[in-house]
């Protein structure tokens, strides 16, 4: 890892007859703040400012910058283990190179068909179809989702129904089901809730009152080739991993061996640091017919998209207004910046009590800078809590361009109103994203045999 060395940097700053760092930071061009962030040990310096840096003392990157060895101990290993112990929270190793598989190359040798459920706006199913499946149905219960949907897809077979009531007359009953056995996916993000009996054993009956439990009631009938369910990060250490870790217990029962990984949507083609838990299985029988399957997630393609990739010749679109109030002390941040660049009268104003309260929350007005990824969207653009300004005008973004940073297509519509629209945006799997994670399950598919 490197890091910018402040000695080093005390002598070019010498040389160059700058004084304090706040005169430092005014020929840069940022605020003091943002000059302190930079010079964090715990800093990427392979950015704008780093650059705008080197150009101000007039020397190179490397002239200011040191190595810092990361020697592994053992230690947080060690705590980790620890805190599975008590929670019995499954081991992750995100950083494990044979859990991944080059992707970009794979091409489905037959369409796949795919049912999904919880289908929202359609990003997860739109990048599936990317993929190479073929939807035979979608479910979602809101009507104005279901209209996003149709909309884009006519042809999409959308049942606008309560799972619950799905599962209680059964799924065949609303669109023609392959055999038991023989649908290829069966996909779908059910929101995160914690399980009344969870911790006792009782398999899928833990899961009673809750919309994952409907989720595994089709898996269970239907006995799909594989599954995918994708959620929020949260899921990991909701209820200190038991709601997780009984997901994974349900699945294991119902005839699946199961995986999953925290996956960055950066990472595919997404210009936003969102991160998703992405679960995958492949049914038992399978894996036993088909010596040497196994599922690997999709391998990272190496780079990063900035806003300014992401929105390029976007086209014009409704969006929503701060109001003057808010614009007037938004206009005093700088791309990249958040509360802590305004003025101190002005931030203490703005905070209220939570100036005091210490913390970070650096989603408190911020603004978005054009030389990295989107912080991850919300379901409305304009919240005190979570500020999404945009880099260069002080307005929050589009509904265009809240779509492209989600990587839908330009031709998608969001058939309702506009707060609607970034709701079913904000809610979304990124398009691209979802792409990845059906084309390693192509992958899988591609290899079977019977």
Same mark, same amino acid.
């Given at each position: 890892?490197?890091?910018?060395?402040?000695?080093?940097?005390?002598?070019?700053?010498?040389?160059?007859?700058?004084?304090?760092?706040?005169?430092?930071?005014?020929?840069?061009?940022?605020?003091?703040?943002?000059?302190?962030?930079?010079?964090?040990?715990?800093?990427?310096?392979?950015?704008?400012? @780093?650059?705008?840096?080197?150009?101000?003392?007039?020397?190179?990157?490397?002239?200011?910058?040191?190595?810092?060895?990361?020697?592994?101990?053992?230690?947080?290993?060690?705590?980790?283990?620890?805190?599975?112990?008590?929670?019995?929270?499954?081991?992750?190793?995100?950083?494990?190179?044979?859990?991944?598989?080059?992707?970009?190359?794979?091409?489905?040798?037959?369409?796949?068909?795919?049912?999904?459920?919880?289908?929202?706006?359609?990003?997860?199913?739109?990048?599936?179809?990317?993929?190479?499946?073929?939807?035979?149905?979608?479910?979602?219960?809101?009507?104005?989702?279901?209209?996003?949907?149709?909309?884009?897809?006519?042809?999409?077979?959308?049942?606008?129904?309560?799972?619950?009531?799905?599962?209680?007359?059964?799924?065949?009953?609303?669109?023609?089901? =392959?055999?038991?056995?023989?649908?290829?996916?069966?996909?779908?993000?059910?929101?995160?809730?914690?399980?009344?009996?969870?911790?006792?054993?009782?398999?899928?009956?833990?899961?009673?009152?809750?919309?994952?439990?409907?989720?595994?009631?089709?898996?269970?009938? %239907?006995?799909?080739?594989?599954?995918?369910?994708?959620?929020?990060?949260?899921?990991?250490?909701?209820?200190?991993?038991?709601? %997780?870790?009984?997901?994974?217990?349900?699945?294991?029962?119902?005839?699946?061996?199961?995986?999953?990984?925290?996956?960055? @949507?950066?990472?595919?083609?997404? @210009?936003?640091?969102?991160?998703?838990?992405?679960?995958?299985?492949?049914?038992?029988?399978?894996?036993?017919?088909?010596?040497?399957?196994?599922?690997?997630?999709?391998?990272?393609?190496?780079?990063? %998209?900035?806003?300014?990739?992401?929105?390029?010749?976007?086209?014009?679109?409704?969006?929503?207004?701060?109001?003057?109030?808010?614009?007037?002390?938004?206009?005093?941040? =700088?791309?990249?910046?958040?509360?802590?660049?305004?003025?101190?009268?002005?931030?203490?104003?703005?905070?209220?009590?939570?100036?005091?309260?210490?913390?970070?929350?650096?989603?408190?007005?911020?603004?978005?800078?054009?030389?990295?990824?989107? %912080?991850?969207?919300?379901?409305? =653009?304009?919240?005190?809590?979570?500020?999404?300004?945009?880099?260069?005008?002080?307005?929050?973004?589009?509904?265009?361009?809240?779509?492209?940073?989600?990587?839908? =297509?330009?031709?998608?519509?969001?058939?309702?109103?506009?707060?609607?629209?970034?709701?079913?945006?904000?809610?979304?799997?990124?398009?691209?994203?979802?792409?990845?994670?059906?084309?390693?399950?192509?992958?899988?598919?591609?290899?079977?045999?019977?």
């Amino acid at each position: 890892m490197y890091f910018l060395n402040k000695e080093k940097i005390r002598l070019h700053m010498k040389k160059n007859g700058i004084a304090t760092q706040k005169e430092l930071a005014e020929r840069i061009g940022i605020s003091k703040n943002q000059l302190s962030m930079l010079l964090s040990p715990h800093y990427n310096p392979i950015k704008s400012n @780093a650059m705008k840096l080197c150009e101000t003392l007039n020397v190179r990157l490397e002239d200011i910058m040191s190595e810092q060895l990361e020697l592994d101990l053992g230690l947080e290993q060690e705590k980790n283990s620890n805190i599975l112990k008590k929670t019995g929270k499954p081991a992750n190793k995100n950083d494990d190179p044979n859990d991944f598989v080059e992707i970009r190359n794979v091409k489905a040798k037959r369409k796949y068909t795919c049912l999904e459920l919880f289908a929202g706006a359609g990003g997860l199913a739109l990048g599936l179809e990317y993929a190479g499946f073929e939807c035979i149905g979608l479910n979602e219960f809101d009507k104005y989702a279901c209209q996003t949907l149709r909309k884009n897809r006519p042809n999409w077979n959308i049942i606008e129904e309560d799972i619950q009531k799905i599962t209680e007359v059964g799924i065949e009953n609303y669109l023609e089901v =392959p055999p038991v056995g023989e649908l290829d996916l069966l996909s779908g993000g059910y929101p995160c809730q914690a399980f009344s009996y969870a911790g006792k054993k009782a398999g899928l009956q833990d899961a009673r009152g809750t919309l994952f439990y409907h989720y595994a009631k089709i898996l269970d009938s %239907l006995k799909p080739k594989m599954f995918l369910a994708e959620n929020v990060r949260g899921l990991v250490n909701h209820d200190g991993g038991k709601t %997780l870790q009984t997901m994974l217990d349900v699945f294991s029962e119902v005839g699946y061996k199961v995986k999953w990984k925290v996956l960055k @949507a950066q990472d595919y083609d997404v @210009a936003q640091k969102r991160e998703r838990i992405v679960i995958v299985g492949i049914r038992n029988d399978i894996i036993n017919r088909n010596k040497g399957i196994e599922y690997k997630f999709p391998k990272p393609y190496g780079y990063v %998209l900035t806003l300014r990739d992401a929105l390029k010749d976007v086209p014009k679109s409704d969006g929503a207004k701060y109001p003057e109030s808010k614009r007037k002390v938004l206009d005093l941040v =700088p791309p990249g910046g958040y509360w802590r660049d305004l003025p101190e009268d002005i931030a203490k104003e703005y905070m209220g009590k939570s100036y005091y309260s210490g913390g970070g929350r650096t989603g408190r007005a911020r603004r978005l800078s054009w030389d990295e990824p989107s %912080l991850t969207l919300t379901c409305s =653009p304009a919240q005190k809590q979570t500020e999404r300004c945009h880099p260069d005008e002080t307005r929050p973004f589009t509904i265009r361009e809240y779509a492209r940073i989600q990587s839908f =297509p330009d031709d998608w519509e969001f058939d309702c109103s506009m707060n609607n629209a970034y709701k079913q945006i904000g809610n979304a799997v990124p398009v691209n994203m979802a792409k990845a994670v059906g084309l390693s399950i192509v992958n899988v598919l591609n290899q079977l045999t019977i």
